[in-house]
């Protein structure tokens, strides 16, 4: 559902070129780029239009995956009815500028303290891209606009360099130890946010946790309802309708491919400890999302909503 290069690819394709040996007949997995609609294209593609056997699978946001719950009349599908194979990696999300914006941001109160507008790139609405940093103006008014229509993360970050943008989010604790860990090293990209329940990467270093700075209850139950999407980071479904012995086969030949030595030791070559979760339970979490309190659901959608254009 994204461009080469990002924090999706590299992960994806480590998975997919040894995910063919546990399956039943050893097929040849190919993978292809579909981005779009911050990966809704990918989604719509695979509900309406992907032939329903299981030979094509999608991975796209999990962010995307719940955009009909919110009434977005673009995502034509439900997620309860995918089969979720699997969530390949849950990851912790954080959000940068380029050189700290030129206004020495360090941290979110650095940003909401800033006098000027910070540019963020995002592929599409859909897209964590988007849905943080509006997140972070609605919350904490924000002085952010959202600028649309990148490939992924790693178009962004290019743009960042050019002076197009100023900030990114999606910097996935994965992605910040692979492909963006020279930037963050070399303190051109500094993280400011952290999206975490609980756990804090090193590699964030002083970023700042945002429930930390959420007062008010009913605002911090949305903010958890959104930070708990991000234990779905990286999913991979197939078409609703595809033979239940399938599902189980794949089900099995992901599970077995995460055991697999030679994936794990590409995983460790970009710096990734895949932490992975089985096709039932990314099913059920979805099934959760939706049964969230239509009042929540109504704010939170609000909060990540992209300004109107």
Avoid at 180 to 188: M, T
Wanted: charged share 25%; with cysteine; proline share 8%.
């Amino acid at each position: 559902g994204f461009g080469a290069g990002g924090g999706y690819a590299a992960p994806t394709r480590i998975v997919a070129s040894h995910f063919g040996d546990p399956i039943p007949g050893k097929p040849n997995i190919v993978v292809q780029n579909m981005p779009g609609a911050g990966s809704l294209k990918a989604a719509n593609y695979l509900y309406n239009a992907a032939p329903k056997d299981g030979s094509m699978l999608a991975v796209f946001a999990s962010t995307a995956a719940v955009e009909p719950l919110y009434g977005d009349k673009k995502a034509k599908f439900d997620p309860r009815k995918f089969e979720w194979i699997a969530n390949m990696h849950r990851d912790i999300e954080s959000c940068g500028v380029w050189k700290g914006a030129g206004e020495g941001i360090k941290t979110l109160p650095d940003l909401l303290a800033s006098k000027k507008i910070i540019l963020f790139g995002a592929t599409g609405p859909a897209a964590t891209t988007s849905q943080k940093p509006m997140l972070l103006k609605h919350l904490f008014h924000a002085k952010i606009k959202v600028v649309y229509g990148y490939k992924g993360t790693r178009d962004v970050n290019l743009a960042m360099q050019n002076g197009e943008l100023n900030g990114t989010c999606g910097m996935f604790e994965s992605s910040v130890k692979g492909a963006f860990a020279h930037d963050v090293q070399d303190g051109n990209l500094n993280l400011f946010v952290q999206f975490t329940l609980g756990k804090k990467p090193v590699i964030f270093g002083g970023a700042t946790p945002v429930l930390t700075m959420i007062k008010d209850p009913e605002d911090q139950k949305i903010a958890r309802l959104l930070l708990g999407l991000n234990e779905i980071t990286r999913p991979l479904a197939a078409p609703p309708g595809t033979p239940k012995d399938r599902v189980a086969a794949l089900r099995k030949a992901f599970a077995d491919t995460m055991k697999d030595p030679a994936m794990l030791a590409d995983g460790k070559k970009i710096k990734l400890d895949f932490d992975p979760m089985p096709g039932e339970e990314v099913e059920k979490l979805f099934v959760d999302f939706y049964n969230t309190p239509p009042d929540l659901v109504k704010k939170a959608q609000a909060y990540v909503a992209p300004d109107k254009m």
